[in-house]
């Protein structure tokens, strides 16, 4: 072989030397772009879900400012809620005390008074008997209990109207009020206070269940002996009745009214005891006949106070 034949395969041979190394470092070349143009791909891809998100980010972010100024608007209408109610509370502290001072003894015109009381309300007879008392403009005294509480809102007519609102009982249970002092004193605590919080006045003016001459207690023996004494101790005024209407009993209009013209003739002072129950209407169907009886025979119409006259009967326990 000559030379020349040589050089002709050596430079074939470096040819396709030179070829293939071009082509491997091509192949290398395209392979490193698509890698790269993959991982910018993937970078750009990224990048859109990093701006989806932060989109849905500030979406959340105002969402929850909005909720903040909601907030905010609705804190500042409940703080001058606030303010109104604290100005409301203040005039209503002012008016309670106004009410705390006792109503003033009333001017009496002549020597003969009486006292209509009326135990155990309110009740449905409760607005009947107050425009029956308005109509004669005559004032009375409730005795009341905690027993209908729908119809607390006769017991504020009542006082608004210039009657007394005397303690009767909250509970009207004998064997519970009379089981004990205490038990007495934290019945007539609740009746005095739910008074209070009906009226701005804590009336001091009571009369015991079955009257302080009652038999019904003697399952605790001297148990009215000892409440007389320390109801008068702790400033309360307890009244009895020196006349009897005797609608307790059921008594008819015409009973009622021959007890009223019976016995009242024999008192200068009369304390006449009613009922405003349910189902007393004899009771309210002879008021008005017993009012004109009184003014008729020269009696003054006045409800209790503290400097009223306590009519008290004999203590039999």
């Not at 005024?237 to 006349?243: A, L, R």
């Not at 008005?288 to 039999?316: F, M, R, W």
Request: aromatic share 10%.
């Amino acid at each position: 072989m000559n030379e020349w034949k040589r050089f002709g395969i050596v430079l074939l041979i470096i040819s396709i030397l030179f070829f293939l190394i071009v082509d491997v470092l091509m192949y290398q070349s395209i392979t490193e772009k698509n890698i790269k143009l993959h991982q910018l791909e993937k970078n750009i891809e990224t990048l859109f879900t990093i701006r989806k998100e932060n989109k849905t980010s500030q979406k959340e972010v105002q969402v929850v400012t909005d909720e903040v100024e909601k907030m905010q608007k609705e804190i500042d209408k409940l703080t001058q809620k606030e303010e109104q109610l604290k100005q409301q509370e203040a005039a209503l502290k002012e008016e309670k005390a106004k009410k705390e001072t006792p109503p003033q003894p009333p001017v009496v015109t002549g020597n003969r008074v009486v006292y209509l009381t009326f135990d155990d309300g309110p009740s449905p007879r409760t607005s009947e008997i107050l425009d029956i008392l308005k109509k004669y403009n005559v004032k009375a005294t409730f005795f009341v209990t905690n027993q209908n509480s729908q119809y607390d809102y006769l017991i504020k007519r009542a006082y608004d109207e210039g009657h007394t609102i005397g303690l009767h009982t909250s509970s009207h249970n004998y064997h519970e009020i009379y089981g004990s002092e205490d038990a007495y004193f934290a019945d007539l605590q609740a009746i005095q206070d739910k008074v209070y919080n009906i009226t701005g006045y804590r009336s001091t003016i009571i009369r015991f269940p079955g009257g302080s001459s009652n038999t019904v207690s003697r399952f605790n023996p001297g148990i009215m002996t000892r409440l007389t004494q320390l109801v008068e101790e702790r400033g309360f005024y307890y009244h009895d009745w020196n006349v009897d209407s005797e609608d307790a009993a059921g008594a008819n209009e015409e009973r009622q009214m021959n007890n009223v013209m019976t016995y009242s003739p024999k008192h200068e002072v009369v304390n006449l005891l009613m009922h405003d129950s349910g189902n007393k209407y004899a009771t309210v169907n002879s008021l008005e006949a017993k009012i004109k009886y009184y003014l008729d025979n020269g009696y003054s119409i006045q409800p209790l106070t503290p400097s009223s006259p306590c009519v008290h009967h004999g203590v039999n326990n």
